[in-house]
T-cell receptor
């Protein structure tokens, strides 16, 4: 089955700085890679996703890059704000199931 | 659109009892629903995939006789934790996926916090 690894597990940045979270996956059949933000006790919220036919996608301060050859993808948040503080999960999917990374707890220091 | 609800949001039960959790897609037909559990400060672990009208597919290590899943309609899936024990205490989250084969996106419910005393 798919194995998704995520790094770092915790990340602290100063407000205004950038944050980068990286994930690797094992199944070359995976073709959909969403990123979720989860606040304590709440449901995961999709913040951005990318499909395997695209190398990069951007939505305002958030961007995701995908390297299919190396089987890794990254989340980039620029100009971080305190409200970006949360746990972020990457996931990989080959069509039906999602397999989640272990999560990154991001703290943005005002 | 694409709203998924769960009920109850929080349940406390005695050890040995069974608990049923409902997952509903409110504004779309979900041919596939997924059940996850999440321990504090950990990731979402996929428990099973539920397809409407057929038996659920369980992930390795998940006891199908303990976690009963029923997906009787295109808008409702239920997870029943049978003979619950304290180690079953967790946050259970469902998600639903639409019928479009090209659309991988899953929509998550708000979660159900189960506490077994």
């Amino acid at each position: 089955g798919e194995n998704v690894e995520q790094h770092p597990s915790t990340l602290s940045v100063q407000e205004g700085d950038s944050a980068v979270i990286k994930c690797t996956y094992s199944d070359s059949a995976s073709n959909y890679f969403p990123w979720y933000k989860q606040e304590l006790g709440k449901r995961p919220q999709l913040i951005i996703d990318i499909r395997s036919n695209v190398g990069e996608k951007k939505d305002q301060r958030i961007a995701v890059t995908l390297n299919k050859t190396a089987k890794h993808f990254s989340l980039h948040i620029t100009e971080t704000q305190p409200e970006d503080s949360a746990v972020y999960f990457c996931a990989a999917s080959s069509g039906n199931q999602f397999y989640f990374g272990t999560g990154t707890s991001l703290t943005v220091i005002p | 659109g694409a709203v998924v609800s769960q009920h109850p949001s929080w349940v406390i039960c005695k050890s040995g009892t069974s608990v049923k959790i409902e997952c509903r897609s409110l504004d779309f037909q979900a041919t596939t629903m997924f059940w996850y559990r999440q321990f504090p400060k950990q990731s979402l672990m996929l428990m099973a995939t539920s397809n409407e009208g057929s038996k659920a597919t369980y992930e390795q290590g998940v006891e199908k006789d303990k976690f009963l899943i029923n997906h009787a309609s295109l808008t409702l899936s239920t997870l029943t934790v049978t003979s619950a024990h304290p180690e079953d205490s967790s946050f259970y989250i469902c998600s639903a996926r639409g019928s479009d084969w090209w659309d991988n996106e899953q929509f998550f419910g708000p979660g159900t916090r189960l506490t077994v005393l």
